[in-house]
């Protein structure tokens, strides 16, 4: 008889601690980590505690939260351990990243998928975060779509953390069980984001840019503070679309409130489109399972 491809007869086989799962890497390999919010946050302390067991890795992130301290082991120990290869400049907390320059690799994020799916920058192991699979074996990404389905569906060998606090959220972020390989149950909250303190000019350069916004228009918004605050100012528009790379709690808010609507997007209307969420847990919760959002 062949081997079962029935994603629920192989689930116990694939179950490990996370300290199991991450001494499986290999000397020498290339470990990409889930993005942002979206980092398998036990997977990565695993990494930092057992840094010793390891030799001449690479590690490929992209806005790291630094949930456990890998550039400072990577610093301690000269890079016998492990180096960083950090593919986002924008990261969620630069000035800590900004000591650390040699870590960065210019590139445009939009080139990132191709850059791993065409193996010009091949992925041995994907470490990322998911839902529960539901009863198909389908689980999301949740609220870190962006590069990381293309890192797991490229790499040789995928380590997922199951969390049932990650937000199912529709779209195009789901990966199946068939496609992982080892598993690694941990429940415990997301990586969260605060809104940056405004300063009174992006405040002022907000109000100014929200005035070209008409009504209708389709919105993609940057994380520069000049974005965000212009955000901030749209409350008396009408029927805004949303398409953008990631969406954050002022986007609910405006959702919410029915200043977006997304009717008049002339592409996938009446949908919510990104590809990440930063933000808090009201965010997630908003996420989850609402079929006004589409994560691609």
């Not at 080892?182 to 405040?203: D, K, N, R």
Request: glycine residues 6%.
């Amino acid at each position: 008889m062949g081997k079962s491809l029935y994603w629920a007869d192989s689930y116990l086989e694939k179950l490990h601690t996370a300290e199991e799962a991450v001494m499986m890497i290999r000397p020498g390999q290339r470990v990409f980590i889930g993005s942002a919010c979206g980092e398998p946050q036990a997977l990565v302390r695993a990494m930092a505690d057992q840094a010793s067991h390891f030799a001449g890795l690479e590690i490929v992130r992209m806005m790291s939260l630094e949930s456990a301290p890998l550039t400072e082991i990577a610093n301690r120990s000269h890079e016998t351990n492990f180096s960083i290869r950090h593919i986002y400049l924008g990261s969620a907390r630069s000035k800590t990243f900004a000591r650390n320059l040699r870590f960065f690799t210019p590139i445009n994020m939009s080139e990132v998928p191709r850059l791993f799916k065409s193996r010009k920058l091949p992925i041995d192991v994907a470490l990322i975060q998911v839902s529960p699979p539901d009863d198909f074996g389908w689980m999301s990404l949740g609220v870190s779509v962006d590069v990381t389905l293309a890192a797991a569906y490229s790499a040789d060998r995928v380590i997922a953390q199951i969390n049932p606090r990650m937000p199912r959220v529709m779209g195009k972020g789901f990966i199946h069980m068939n496609d992982v390989d080892l598993l690694v149950e941990h429940e415990e909250e997301l990586l969260t984001i605060l809104p940056a303190p405004g300063s009174e000019a992006s405040t002022l350069l907000g109000r100014q840019i929200s005035r070209l916004i008409e009504d209708g228009a389709t919105l993609q918004v940057g994380l520069d503070a000049n974005s965000q605050a212009t955000v901030q100012t749209l409350s008396e528009k009408n029927d805004l679309g949303f398409h953008s790379q990631y969406l954050t709690n002022d986007i609910m808010h405006l959702y919410a409130a029915g200043v977006i609507t997304n009717r008049h997007k002339g592409f996938n209307e009446g949908k919510l489109v990104a590809s990440a969420a930063l933000g808090y847990k009201d965010l997630y919760e908003f996420l989850h399972d609402n079929p006004a959002i589409e994560f691609h």
